[in-house]
């Protein structure tokens, strides 16, 4: 198996395992969403530290990374806490669909925080993901869909500055795993106050889904990682898109969820324009090897 077909094979399973991620968050029944979020992270932090304490590597950073580190862990805590609240409340697939529209705000804030210009090509696509997005959300306070559909969109827009972060972080040298261990900790601390304000007791089945969630996600980070150590991200990127074949299906069969028609418009929107996205940056990248 060559290196390219490695970093695909792990994609995949990341977005299996994201998808997955979503369901577990779903079955775990009307807790609120910043409590399946600190236990979400909990399991996630539990890794990191395991990893960091393996590797010998340490509980270190650049003090001049500092404010990095805590918008990333900022945003990618809004991120969560809205994706799973879209999550409970929408169609599992337009959940997820409006989550992957963060590679698209990765380049916008690439652009206000990194100083990356926005080509014209990445300019057309990111329109067409917004209109595409558009069909899922439904602009109308008559939808009741409309604000859960509108926060999923707020938390692809979090997930995109967030990943931009990362981006910056990895660029002044620091370690993917004390990315992950800071902003774990960092969600977990800020779940405290709202879970003590508003605790919702959790029955043993919830607390198995959530566990079952945090191990989904750790899974899909852990390969989403190794997949971009294989290969490059404008090689293997446009495969995290399977993510909303897995989650149609898995909504079908575990909720009986039929996504409607505009959805499947709005799905059809971004997932082109995430493949001309991928084909352009590949051209780019034939040009510059």
């Not at 969560?80 to 590679?103: E, G, Q, R």
């Not at 707020?154 to 981006?167: H, I, N, S």
């Not at 959790?202 to 989403?224: D, E, K, P, V």
Request: a positive charge; proline letters at 3%.
């Amino acid at each position: 198996m060559t290196q390219k077909q490695k970093g695909v094979f792990f994609i995949i399973v990341s977005a299996f395992c994201f998808a997955w991620m979503n369901a577990f968050v779903k079955l775990s029944g009307d807790l609120p969403s910043i409590e399946k979020s600190f236990f979400r992270n909990l399991v996630a932090l539990i890794f990191a530290f395991i990893l960091i304490c393996k590797s010998g590597d340490g509980f270190h950073f650049k003090k001049e990374n500092l404010s990095w580190f805590i918008l990333r862990s900022a945003a990618g805590t809004l991120g969560i806490f809205c994706n799973f609240y879209a999550v409970d409340h929408l169609v599992l697939s337009d959940a997820s669909t409006l989550n992957k529209l963060s590679p698209f705000f990765v380049i916008v804030f690439s652009f206000l925080l990194l100083k990356e210009r926005i080509k014209i090509p990445q300019a057309v696509c990111l329109i067409a993901a917004f209109i595409g997005s558009m069909f899922i959300v439904k602009p109308s306070f008559a939808n009741a869909s409309f604000m859960p559909a509108l926060i999923g969109f707020m938390g692809g827009l979090f997930a995109g500055a967030a990943y931009t972060c990362v981006r910056k972080l990895g660029l002044n040298g620091e370690k993917g795993t004390f990315i992950v261990f800071f902003f774990s900790t960092f969600s977990c601390i800020s779940c405290i106050p709202f879970i003590i304000a508003d605790f919702h007791p959790i029955s043993l089945s919830q607390l198995g889904f959530l566990i079952m969630a945090g191990l989904a996600a750790s899974g899909g980070q852990f390969a989403i990682t190794k997949a971009y150590t294989c290969a490059p991200g404008r090689e293997v990127s446009i495969y995290d898109y399977t993510q909303i074949i897995f989650t149609t299906v898995i909504g079908f069969f575990l909720f009986g969820q039929v996504p409607d028609g505009l959805s499947f418009v709005g799905y059809i929107v971004i997932v082109v324009a995430a493949v001309s996205m991928f084909l352009y940056n590949n051209g780019q990248g034939e040009k510059t090897d």
